[in-house]
């Protein structure tokens, strides 16, 4: 029995209101240690969840945490929602060839070779290596973009990065819904019907269609008479429809939230809307990645000890090798080919969001094994990437040299996409709403 059972409460608004002021609470304190650390705050929600979990502290037993799955798709709809806003057509226009390609090869590598490992090299099934290989697709920009702005780096070698980053995201949650559906489809084994492969595709595609009617609607919604609090109420009500249909479908919402993010914000959306979700978002997803956390299982980590050094490894060269090739064939810098892989190595938020939704479709045994093994890989992911991310910045000369023309006001717009808000109140957002439509500031991806 734990310090601090919350299950044993009798009383079930008390023990659902302890259980968030615990969450919240552990989660805030463990970001006081992992910030004198320099790691991103998610590690430190992750450990928080480790501490509250059934194999410390056990504060949050297995029947609360349970009862809290609804976080498993409200935090990455809210997080696909925001990445919608990197895939602004304008933006992708000017370097768009250069960087899909860096993409696509980085990404799609990292996903193929990690794959092909875990069926051949460890044995396990198809449905678990390739969820496992497209969840490698995924980047975490926190640890890279913080870096960039501890030593002010700019220059195009910078942008590039950005721009890559913004991109890497947004294929790999495409590639997850794809694998899901194949995953889902399939799952019936030998007495699958046509149907059992279509409806989930017929599924998806719905969704897809709606998150894009969505994002239109949204558009149409927030007028300039519209107040900021009710730009909020509007915005959030639409995610949470989306993923609640997602839910209802049993398939995930991920794709169609990116949809009416990018949607919304191609159609000249009000950009100061995803400004305020960033602001709606942070208790959200800190209770997301603490029950995360919390999942994190310490004996099968034992099991899980040699796969998940492997899938360390191997994603790290995959990677690097990936941009690098990608770089070459789109005729990028020299600096380019040699160093953007280095700053492509972490990996927490999306990864994480995307392992829950994972473990839903896998049995129970590999769920709570490719859970352990993303959640392990991620804290290792955080500590050493700032580190890669410094190294290749210094090595592609963007440390205290003077950019390219233009390059410097390219840099600090592109941060902006990536800056969490500044300001403390939404009243400040009203008031600096003119010089606000030139930004572009949207949620951090962790």
Known sequence: MGVLDIARIENPEARAILCIAAM?????????ITKKCRLPNVTGYILAGVVLGPYVLGVLSPQVTQRMGFLTDVAPALIAFGVGK???????????????????????????VVTIVMMFLFHYEWPFALLLGVIAAATAPTSTIMTIRQYKAKGRFVNTLLQVIAVDNALAIIAFSVAAAV????????????LDIVMPLVYNTILIILGTLA??????????????????????????????IGALLRVSPLLACMAMGMVYVNRGGDRRLFKLVARFSPPILL????????????????????????????????????????????????????????????QAGVSIGLAGLAQRILPAELGVLLSTIILSSGLMYEMVGPACAKAALHLAGTIGQMPENGAAEDTGALLEQ?????????????????????EDNSVELS
């Open 287 to 346: 209770m997301f990645f603490v029950l995360s956390g919390t999942k994190l299982n310490i004996p099968t980590l034992a099991t899980a000890g040699l796969a998940g050094v492997a899938y360390f490894a191997v994603r790290l060269i995959a990677k690097y090798t990936g941009a690098f090739i990608g770089s070459a064939i789109s005729g990028a810098t020299k600096e380019t080919r040699r160093y953007i892989g280095l700053a492509l190595i972490p």
């Open 86 to 112: 990197y895939l602004k057509i304008s933006k992708l226009r000017e370097n768009g060839r250069r960087v899909v390609m860096i993409t696509l090869c980085e990404a799609l590598l990292a996903a193929a």
């Open 183 to 194: 995953v889902q489809a399939m799952s019936g084994g030998g007495s699958m019907k046509t």
């Open 418 to 438: 990536f800056s969490e808000p500044s300001n403390d109140s939404l009243g400040t957002v009203d008031e600096n709403a003119k010089s606000e439509e030139q």
């Open 24 to 32: 919240l609470f552990a989660g805030f304190l463990l970001t006081r």
């Open 215 to 244: 994002g239109l609607l949204l558009k149409r919604l927030i007028t300039p008479t519209r107040t900021i609090d009710h730009m909020l109420v509007l915005a959030v009500a639409i995610v949470l429809i989306i993923a609640g």
